[in-house]
């Protein structure tokens, strides 16, 4: 399958005063479209173009890097745009999803404070994740383009800590942005979604 870049699923000034429009407009229009450029040119004659978008990202890790890096940061981009939304995050976490992080994580609270040390722990880019890996809520953090995926688990949640998702509304104050990811913009509807199907 060749890769196409998603709309995004609200309009570029529904997340401001958290994520503005003029970082939508680059994040999205360039940076993403600029993966699924490169990766549909690196795809062609890589031998995977049969393979689903997931089976790309996992068969190309360590074998071909820079196909790697384009389709995992597509895979990582399509879901990051959902799990955004107006008026997220906060506590409202839905049922299923609050006992787990109770059971598995130590609660709310230690969540929230474990997936902003994640990003803020991340030297250079990447991203911050809530995965599912053996039945259990995990926080992980990857470097560049690189997912759960590739460690054997599935993503319920990620926060892109690369600089171009948060230079221009919050300089180099990352831990502020995670800070704003987490209790105004995720889409916990989205990640129950994502932990349903992991389940
Ligand atoms: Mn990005």
Redesign the pocket.
Known sequence: MSFELPDLPYAYDALAPYMSAETLEF?HDK??QAYVTKGNELLAGSGLEGKSLEEIVKESYGKNAPLFNNAG?HY??IH?WKWMKKDGGGTSLPGALASKTDSDLGGYDKFRADFIAAGVGQFGSGWAWLAVKDGKLEIMKTPNGENPLVHGATPILGC?V?E??YYIDYRNARPKYLEAFIDNMINWDYVLEMYEAAS
């Open positions: 994040h940076h993403h940061q990582n981009h990051f892109d690369w171009h998702s």
